[in-house]
T-cell receptor
Framework: GAGVSQSPSNKVTEKGKDVELRCDPISGHTALYWYRQSLGQGLEFLIY????????KSGLPSDRFSAERTGGSVSTLTIQRTQQEDSAVYLC????????????FGPGTRLLVL | GENVEQHPSTLSVQEGDSAVIKCTYS??????FPWYKQELGKGPQLIID?????GEKKDQRIAVTLNKTAKHFSLHITETQPEDSAVYFCAARKGGTSYGKLTFGQGTILTVHP
């Protein structure tokens, strides 16, 4: 593919439900990041994957948030028992380590918790 | 941790004028400073970056300057065009890490009037 893709592009859910957000990185990129962007705010780091492991998950806001990556490619961010404050745009980025620290961002998933 | 402050929050210029966005950072160990452009409904796109061993970098109409002593860096856009209208984010990465965990500024909404 040409770039990072994310699905769904939009998600509306009810408070208390679980949601799964998917990220497909650029082929061959070993590093994958999740960021969260709240309305009118900058991006907030959530978690970093190198291959299938997550050396840094310090940005996950609570234990309701988890993420995994399989096959060194696709990643899924799961939010359990969603709350209204979880409403935001969730962005995924990938990069080739040592070459492009800035990374390539996907278009994001816009999550609205009612 | 690192804190990045970005100013102004909004900037309005006439086509052909220059635009300057400024950021300050708190952690003197930060050594990588990317700038992103985000258009409505899209993910941030890396437009230019600078590393701490360089004071200035140019790419056509875009330039970034870095003052390590004062811990601030700036984005300069010359000969602005309406298609430059977007939200611009600065970011900083702490040295000593081998991956792209970035701390972002709050963003600047740039509007270029024809």
């Amino acid at each position: 593919g040409a770039g990072v893709s994310q699905s769904p592009s939009n998600k509306v859910t009810e408070k208390g439900k679980d949601v799964e957000l998917r990220c497909d990185p650029i082929s061959g990129h070993t590093a994958l990041y999740w960021y969260r962007q709240s309305l009118g705010q900058g991006l907030e780091f959530l978690i970093y994957f190198q291959g299938n492991s997550a050396p840094d998950k310090s940005g996950l806001p609570s234990d309701r948030f988890s993420a995994e990556r399989t096959g060194g490619s696709v990643s899924t961010l799961t939010i359990q028992r969603t709350q209204q404050e979880d409403s935001a745009v969730y962005l995924c980025a990938s990069s080739s380590e040592g070459l492009e620290w800035g990374g390539h961002f996907g278009p994001g998933t816009r999550l609205l918790v009612l | 941790g690192e804190n990045v402050e970005q100013h102004p929050s909004t900037l309005s210029v006439q086509e052909g004028d220059s635009a300057v966005i400024k950021c300050t950072y708190s952690d003197s160990a930060s050594n990588y400073f990317p700038w992103y452009k985000q258009e409505l409904g899209k993910g941030p796109q890396l437009i230019i970056d600078i590393r701490s061993n360089v004071g200035e970098k140019k790419d056509q109409r875009i330039a970034v300057t870095l003052n390590k002593t004062a811990k601030h860096f700036s984005l300069h856009i010359t000969e602005t065009q309406p298609e430059d209208s977007a939200v611009y984010f600065c970011a900083a990465r702490k040295g000593g890490t081998s991956y792209g965990k970035l701390t972002f500024g709050q963003g600047t909404i740039l509007t270029v009037h024809p």
